[in-house]
Nanobody, 129 residues
């Protein structure tokens, strides 16, 4: 049984930081990502991390580059998203997602919702101005 459980969301003022976590169980996935969905908007890719050829690769949406950092602790099978310099427009429910591998995908595709098979239940992040 695959389970992805997010935690760490909350409320913060603009300019602040938060770290959200995603604990995975049932399998260790090579390719994992963070997505977000604000009310009235479609779910969008935020960041992805995947391994290939013994190296880790990263992809970020333009809107979060330089502010957000995705990482994973393989020993704990946990995915993280460190969010700095938060803006009100970052307010959304944040979801982690996983798929077995990303070796056949472009970096752009690793941020596509339709590419992922397994999803967590989401954690709310609210940034006030």
């Amino acid at each position: 049984q695959v389970q992805l459980v997010e935690s760490g969301g909350g409320s913060v003022q603009a300019g602040g930081s938060l770290r959200v976590s995603c604990a995975a169980s049932g399998y260790t996935y090579n390719c994992m990502g963070w997505f977000r969905q604000a009310p009235g908007n479609e779910r969008e890719g935020v960041a992805a991390i995947y391994r290939g050829g013994g190296k880790s690769y990263y992809a970020y949406a333009d809107s979060v580059k330089g502010r957000f950092t995705i990482s994973r602790d393989n020993a704990k099978n946990t995915l993280y998203l460190q969010m700095n310099s938060l803006k009100p427009e970052d307010t959304a429910t944040y979801y982690c997602a996983a798929r077995p591998g990303c070796s056949m995908l472009t970096a752009f595709q690793t941020l596509a919702v339709r590419m992922y098979t397994y999803w967590g239940q989401g954690t709310q992040v609210t940034v006030s101005s």
